[in-house]
């Protein structure tokens, strides 16, 4: 029998006050989706001084996952980036920008092209066709083209 991968669980955590991305590593989600912020963490993460309740997903925040997957270039793929992926026209490849977003009714990750028009089921035997190129809270111009 082969071996069963398991996805690694990380999320990332965008603020909307602040315009930016909380840091993973200070970061956390408890099991009622409150996000929590780990402050002043010593070097080896044994004393942590303040623990911080900054709300829920629907309070000024949006929690992104990871995927598990990567680009041609090894960067990690998460919820949210957006993903310039070499889809096939006719004979020859031709790139198209879109995001990535979890389909509930897939209960799995798609990249959505940025008109809405198609999607594309993620696979990790695909990586040598995508990059990411950036993600939506930093670089939504780049779905306007």
Partial sequence: MGVIRVRELKFRVWDKAKNRYLRHDSTGIDNLG???DFENCD????GVHNVRVLGKNDMGFTTEQYTGLHDKNGKEIWEGDIVK???WDGNKRVPEIGYI???Q???GFKW???DGISGYCLYDMDYPIRKVIGDI???PELLER
């Avoid at 070097?43 to 044994?46: I, K």
């Fill in 34 to 36: 409150n996000i929590i």
């Fill in 43 to 46: 070097e080896d993460n044994w």
């Fill in 85 to 87: 992926i070499d889809m």
């Fill in 101 to 103: 977003a979890y389909d």
């Fill in 105 to 107: 009714s897939f209960a």
């Fill in 112 to 114: 959505l092209s940025a």
């Fill in 137 to 139: 809270h930093n670089n």
